[in-house]
């Protein structure tokens, strides 16, 4: 009665005893053949193609995806082959299905897709196919690392099982060892290209000698290399004791120069310790107001110290704004070494400019003397001759280089035996006052000079003779007499032109007027004495600032100074020296100020009014007395400007049209609107602060800021609000008193409400 059931079951059993053999000898032929296809393979882009194809064909599925793990992004990645070649994928080791398959370790049967929660149809969206169904496996190596997962979708007939998960996961096994092995090799390829990369690379760089290039080359290298958005490299001039950084500017390439212990690269050039942040704005060190004038917005700082091959530090190179995140300590390792490679070349290159500049600037100053220059050989042979020189001796440069001593000064024996005299005794000689016979027999001359012979001598040997000559004809004597008189440029011009000395020109200038402070109640501290030597100490520093920039000096008005841009000549930038001027006047008497308060002496006080508009200048008088000046509205505006210092508690201010001319960049702010006294028409004043420092008007970028919200508000009658904002400014700078002077004045207004209010002061006083 039981047989039948007993072979029943029996029969059973060997089935599943058959089925089940099938399914190991079907997985050891698919693991075989995984180990075939991966074995004949070299790289990865290769065995992970293959895999792929693999993958999907064993398991019946639509699709088969993947995904390696970068641990130095934390993402999943996987390659494929296109029409435009090879393509990436990328995404976070935490997202998705994969993302929760790398996560947890273990793998996932889904078919259902849309259903599970991790699934993100997003990709589906954008690339318009349908998943149904997914199976994904962790892949790991035989010593448990889990290095990705692999990932089926679609399967064509009926839906994923558990033993097709078992079957992925013994696939991605037995290929595990070939991924790894093949991302090691990839890994070593790419490696290895990065530096032969690096050595020609510095190969390079290392062969310019242009500084200014080599500089640019460097910068654009570094930010190539770290993925920066920008670089600079700062080198350091240990006799000014600033870093230098070169920067392309146009067509040329312009300077930046900033004490060497100041900001990050100053604080990593005085530590050698290389600094790496993360979140600049988080970091104390990271002063913002650079950011705050150019626009540029700081994310991530790396600066390494420059080193030389003695161990000197000699510049640091910063790198900013790193491209997918901060800078990584790869990165600095590399920058280290790139920067470290490129010091010997960039100190050669800085030799070589600085070599360059003193040559250049040698061969300038000759060219830009007005007295001429000759150098001897110890044969008496001529080795260079100054444009000046050519001119005095007659002659042009390539006829008096190379020629005699000799034969040059044939016709002039008293100086032919002074250069005899110098070369044998190797002592100076001058000679005074004397007729210099040159020129050629038909185009013969004759000019007064004086001559002076000097010893060449390089270190300790003597290499020749200099020898100078001064032309001082009639009309260097006129020159040099009536510059005792009046500014030497308009002294030149009147001696070198031929025009009626009496006549006029109208001209576009830049006026400055300046005036001392309380100047009455200094002389009667000082006394008559005092106060004329106090006088001849104050003209010097200010006269010195008005020529430094070109300017030109019209009058002395009692204890005021009139000055012009713009005469004889026009420039440019005339506006610009004046404002340069007026600043570096500031600056000399607070220097001087502080001598005199170190000797006792009351600080002198002083205001500068700037006004550019058309004029009329030349000389008025008579034949037997005249006197060079300048007349018209724009005189009188700068003179008023100069007047309202003391009412708006300024330094120097400035005329909206002088501020419009300008094309350098200054700090200023608008002070107000006026009808200045004789006017109808209401004109922008400015006020220049750029002669401060942190100690004298500290947070002043805030309180300029401030300031001109303030403004806005006091000019639209919102009292309160202009209060307000001025009040904020006396907070960021207590002794801000053009700020108190507009609190008082909003709070009168605000008292007083006028009829008609449009935001112009009328000044009531010269």
């Keep these: 009665m039981n047989e039948h059931p007993t072979r029943l079951s029996q029969a059973s059993a060997n089935a599943d005893a058959l089925l089940d053999q099938a399914k190991r000898l079907h997985l050891a032929e698919t693991l075989v053949d995984v180990s075939r296809a991966v074995a004949a393979l070299d790289t990865l882009d290769e065995i992970l193609a293959s895999l792929v194809t693999m993958t999907a064909a064993v398991l019946r599925a639509e699709r088969a995806t993947l995904f390696l793990n970068d641990s130095t992004t934390n993402e999943l990645y996987s390659r494929s082959m296109t029409d435009q070649g090879p393509r990436e994928i990328r995404m976070l080791n935490d997202k998705g299905i994969a993302g929760k398959v790398f996560q947890i370790g273990q793998g996932l049967v889904v078919n259902d897709a849309y259903a599970h929660p991790d699934f993100n149809p997003e990709v589906d ?55 790894t092995s093949s991302q090691r090799d990839e890994r070593s390829r790419a490696q290895t290209a990065k530096e032969m990369e690096f050595v020609d690379l510095v190969a390079d760089i290392t062969s310019e000698i242009d500084l200014d290039a080599l500089l640019l080359r460097v910068m654009a290298e570094a930010t190539a290399m770290l993925d920066a958005e920008r670089s600079t490299l700062f080198l350091h001039d240990s006799s000014a004791s600033e870093l230098v950084a070169r920067v392309a500017e146009g067509d040329g390439v312009d300077e930046i120069r900033f004490p060497d212990t100041v900001g990050i690269a100053g604080t990593v050039f005085t530590s050698g310790e290389t600094i790496n942040i993360p979140h600049a704005y988080a970091d104390l060190r990271f002063n913002p107001a650079f950011d705050s004038q150019t626009g540029f917005f700081t994310r991530s700082i790396l600066c390494v110290p420059l080193v030389n091959k003695a161990g000197t530090t000699i510049g640091a190179t910063q790198a900013l704004n790193k491209r997918g995140g901060p800078f990584t300590a790869e990165d600095e390792q590399r920058l280290r070494a790139f920067t470290a490679q490129v010091a010997i070349a960039l100190e050669n290159a800085k030799l070589f400019d600085d070599v360059q500049r003193v040559k250049n600037y040698n061969n300038a100053v000759l060219e830009s003397m007005t007295n001429g220059v000759v150098t001897l050989d110890n044969d008496g042979q001529i080795v260079t001759c100054n444009a000046a020189g050519a001119e005095i001796l007659g002659h042009a440069e390539d006829r008096i280089i190379g020629r005699s001593i000799r034969d040059l000064f044939e016709k002039n024996p008293g100086i032919l035996a002074l250069v005899e005299d110098v070369m044998t005794t190797n002592e100076s000689a001058s000679l005074m006052d004397v007729d210099l016979h040159t020129g050629s027999d038909d185009a013969a001359a004759t000019v007064s000079v004086n001559v002076t012979g000097v010893p060449l001598r390089i270190e300790t040997n003597d290499e020749g003779t200099i020898l100078l000559l001064e032309n001082i004809s009639n009309e260097k004597r006129i020159r040099s007499t009536m510059a005792r008189y009046m500014d030497p440029a308009l002294a030149d011009r009147l001696v070198r032109g031929g025009e009626d000395i009496l006549g006029g020109t109208s001209a576009v200038v830049t006026l400055l007027f300046s005036d001392i402070r309380g100047f009455t109640t200094l002389t009667e501290q000082l006394g008559p004495q005092a106060t004329v030597s106090m006088l001849n100490e104050y003209f010097t520093l200010m006269v010195d600032c008005i020529q430094h920039e070109g300017g030109m000096l019209d009058k002395f008005i009692g204890d005021a100074i009139m000055a012009a841009f713009g005469l004889p000549e026009p420039a440019d930038d005339d506006a610009d020296r004046a404002v340069r001027t007026a600043i570096a006047m500031i600056r000399s008497l607070n220097e001087w100020n502080s001598i005199r308060l170190a000797d006792g002496k009351p600080p002198v006080g002083m205001g500068i009014g700037l006004n550019t508009d058309a004029v009329v200048a030349g000389n008025i008088g008579s034949p037997k007395r005249m006197d060079f000046t300048m007349i018209g509205d724009g005189v009188n505006l700068a003179a008023r400007l100069e007047s309202a210092c003391k009412q708006y508690d300024a330094r120097i201010l400035i005329s909206d049209l002088t501020h419009r001319e300008l094309k350098g960049v200054y700090r200023t702010r608008e002070v107000d609107r006026v009808i200045v006294k004789g006017k109808t028409e209401p004109v922008a004043i400015h006020e220049v602060l750029d002669y401060h420092t942190d100690e004298t008007f500290p947070n002043l970028m805030d309180v300029v800021n401030d300031f001109r919200d303030g403004v806005g508000n006091y000019r639209r009658g919102a009292w309160d609000a202009a209060i307000a904002s001025f009040q904020r400014c006396l907070r960021a700078h207590p002794a801000d008193a053009l700020s108190t002077t507009y609190v008082q004045r909003c709070e009168q207004l605000r008292a007083e409400p006028p009829e008609h209010w449009d935001g112009i002061w009328v000044m009531t006083s010269k």
């Excluded at 009926?158 to 033993?163: I, K, M, S, V, Y």
Aim: aromatic share 4%; hydrophobic share 40%; net charge negative.
């Design 125 to 179: 969206e954008t690339t318009g196919y349908g998943t149904r169904q997914i199976l994904c496996a962790p892949i790991r190596t035989g010593r448990g690392e889990l290095i990705g997962v692999a990932q089926v979708l679609n399967r064509i007939d009926g839906q994923f099982a558990h033993d097709d998960l078992q079957l992925l996961e013994a696939m991605t096994t037995q290929a595990a060892l070939a991924l």
